[in-house]
């Protein structure tokens, strides 16, 4: 028997440490001494994803208990452990404790979609067991995902001849059908296939016997596509959704075949030949201007940018590598910051995520837009520490509020509609590219500006 303060003991080894490769021993020495029936448990909760999902409690139902009495000796955070399992490599710890090839621990979890049952696999059924671990239907596939590249020219650069897809800003869903049976998964597995009845319906006309799709949900407005957020709140009402349509990019088994490790160009055109008008618009050119062109009506149609994708490449589900690189424009605005947040972990003692507000036209107070913690280096982290604390006005718990001075140019994805801020806009992604010493806060970009977002006009 193990007990859970072997557990914690590892993880806050885990996270004491820098080297990946410390990290991994730590963990594959755990996982090697654990009784069967503990690794799905243990690997679990070290991934940050237990085997009971949610429970319902949250941090104020705990907030609201009476404080314990203090421990004998600290323990990690919650920020200090979300940290440190970001930068653990749970799939080589795996591999290291079952003896194992790292390739074959990532193609069950591929397929299977459950760390804690490939662990299980691996560390007691090694690797005959692993190989055994095949696609099945209604049971979804982790997601291959996008690496990002600068522009479509770098892409083709990386991937040579490729698939120049259209990339949309929707709900990617994976479908799976086995005669008048579907199911479809959002990209964690969960089952949302009574929220999606016309896609189910389309899913049923193609001709076909069994299948697994890949897609977008999105919803379609005469006037183009509508945003991330109105797409999901359609969803989420309960209510058949209105508009909600998909649109697939890659076929993982067709009538009885896997297809994960056939050539993309092969996948593509057996898509294209089952799924005709359901497919993302696409094209297979290693032409740099072909690509431009496919990217600029992208951009026309309302959508996000392109994915460009190794016209050989099998489809790596679970990981995100150069094979698919996306090309999305990147508008930046100069925000001022308002306050900031102490951070915690390895930025334990540094102002770190930023509190933005853009500019109201009128001359009224700056606007809060959002908060950033990303695009800071070391470096960065330092100088802006002392050039908050140079201008800080209040503090309200871990928030130290600042005069309205520095700008700062943020690089964001867009914008969504939010009543948690007074202006009515949240920032999507937000990025910090560099401070802006150059420029007064009355040359900041308005909220007017952030707002003139929401309409999702075409490019």
Do not use: C
């Not at 183009?224 to 993982?252: C, H, K, N, W, Y």
């Amino acid at each position: 028997m193990t007990l859970l303060a072997e557990v914690v003991a590892a993880s806050e080894r885990v996270g004491a440490t820098d080297a990946r490769s410390e990290k991994i021993a730590i963990l594959a020495e755990l996982l090697g001494r654990l009784e069967s029936a503990e690794v799905p448990v243990v690997a679990g909760l070290l991934s940050g994803v237990p085997r009971q999902g949610r429970i319902g409690i949250g941090h104020r139902t705990l907030a609201a208990l009476a404080p314990p009495a203090a421990a004998g000796a600290a323990s990690l955070s919650v920020g200090e452990l979300d940290l440190a399992l970001d930068a653990i490599a749970m799939v080589d710890a795996v591999a290291a404790a079952a003896g194992v090839p790292v390739t074959l621990v990532r193609r069950a979890l591929m397929l299977a979609g459950d760390l804690p049952r490939t662990a299980r696999i691996a560390i007691d059924e090694r690797e005959e067991g692993l190989r055994a671990v095949g696609l099945e239907l209604f049971r979804p596939v982790l997601p291959m995902l996008a690496a990002s590249a600068a522009g479509v020219a770098a892409a083709l650069e990386s991937a040579g001849e490729a698939s120049v897809e259209w990339k949309l800003d929707g709900m990617r869903i994976q479908i799976h059908r086995d005669g008048d049976r579907v199911r479809i998964y959002t990209r964690n597995g969960n089952d949302v296939t009574r929220a999606l009845p016309g896609i189910v319906a389309s899913a049923r006309a193609l001709a076909v016997t069994s299948a697994v799709l890949d897609g977008e949900a999105i919803g379609m407005e005469d006037e183009g596509p509508a945003a991330f957020q109105d797409t999901m709140s359609r969803i989420d009402e309960g209510a058949v959704p209105e508009g909600v349509r998909t649109f697939l990019f890659d076929v993982l088994h067709l009538d009885g075949e896997d297809l994960l490790d056939v050539p993309l160009r092969e996948r593509a055109a057996r898509l294209r030949a089952i799924a005709g008008a359901l497919t993302v618009p696409s094209v297979i050119t290693a032409d740099p201007r072909t690509a431009q062109r496919v990217l600029d009506e992208s951009l026309r149609s309302g959508h996000e940018g392109v994915v460009v994708k190794d016209a050989g490449s099998a489809n790596a589900a679970g990981r995100r590598g150069k094979a698919w690189l996306k090309v999305k424009p990147v508008r930046t605005y100069d925000l001022v910051v308002l306050g900031a947040e102490w951070g915690h972990g390895r930025r334990r003692g540094r102002l770190s995520n930023l509190h933005l507000g853009a500019r109201d036209p009128a001359g009224g107070p700056f606007v809060m837009v959002g908060k950033t913690f990303k695009g800071l280096t070391d470096e960065l982290l330092e100088w802006q520490t002392r050039e908050l604390l140079a201008r800080e006005a209040a503090r309200e718990g871990i928030v130290v509020l600042v005069r309205p001075e520095l700008v700062v140019e943020i690089a964001l994805d867009g914008v969504q509609a939010s009543t948690r801020y007074s202006g009515g806009v949240a920032l999507r992604f937000a990025r910090v590219r560099r401070y802006r010493p150059d420029k007064q806060a009355g040359e900041a970009d308005t909220i007017d500006e952030l707002r003139a977002l929401l309409a999702r006009a075409p490019a």
